[in-house]
């Protein structure tokens, strides 16, 4: 059933996304892998991973207003062992911060970092990374994220893929919070605009968008309809 006044969507509206400018791609999909790719519905570009923790990874840089490019897999650094031999690391991603500064990003699963000592290579390598290629290097894992940032980064980037797609849900939301400097509980929101679940979508929208934000204790949990939400300060030029 199709949920009140729902707009008939324009195939025809939609862009492809940009290739992946990744320097290397996954290899094939074996048994067990999680390897694909998807879209940075920022910047409509493709990116590729070859682990459900790298994804994770690049649905949360996805998230992050801070983050102005996200490049998967960029071009290998080279670097000097502790041996002596020269070797080459190509980092998972490359992001680009709205302050000018590039962090390359390395993940691993927190257990092969304890047993492989990743974080003693990975500071080598960072000693050696030019700054045209990166002011610092990081290390993520899965003890970085918590399952509700994880599930929020995926709710973000499924809602980012319908911007454009319902602007009378998002432009109802608006009217709703527009010049309120109150707290509202998506539920509420929901239920004035009559709109159900279009609604709720378009909140996660706007979310998005940088037009709300959740309120500070909401921050580490998992997004849903009694979440809190606030009108961003001086959204409306951000627009």
């Known amino acids: 059933m199709r949920e009140p006044n729902m707009p008939i969507h324009n195939e025809n509206s939609w862009t492809p996304p940009l290739p992946t400018r990744a320097t290397r791609l996954p290899p094939l ?16 570009r493709t990116l590729v991973y070859e682990s459900r923790l790298k994804r994770n990874v690049a649905l949360m840089l996805i998230a992050r207003r801070d983050v102005v490019d996200i490049h998967d897999q960029p071009p290998a650094v080279l670097y000097v062992d502790v041996e002596g031999k020269p070797r080459q690391h190509t980092f998972d991603f490359l992001a680009v911060l709205a302050d000018g500064r590039k962090i390359a990003i390395a993940v691993k699963p927190a257990e092969k970092v304890e047993h492989s000592r990743f974080d003693e290579k990975l500071a080598l390598i960072a000693a050696q ?8 290097a990081a290390l993520w894992t899965d003890a970085h994220m918590s399952r ?17 797609l319902d602007d009378q849900a998002d432009e109802a939301v608006r009217d709703i919070v527009r010049n309120s400097t109150g707290r509202w509980k998506i539920a509420d929101i929901v239920s004035r605009s009559g709109l159900a679940g279009r609604a709720f979508r378009a909140v996660i929208r706007l979310i998005f968008l940088g037009e709300l934000t959740l309120a500070d204790e909401e921050r580490d949990q998992r997004v849903d309809y009694e979440s809190i939400v606030v009108a961003t300060p001086l959204c409306e030029g951000a627009r």
Do not use: M, Q, Y
């Open 29 to 44: 999909r074996s048994r067990g892998s999680c390897r694909g790719a998807l879209t940075d519905t920022r910047r409509n």
């Open 129 to 136: 990374t030019p700054k045209s290629f990166a002011d610092a």
């Open 148 to 164: 509700s940032a994880v599930a929020n980064a995926e709710l973000l980037h499924s809602a980012s893929r319908d911007i454009g």
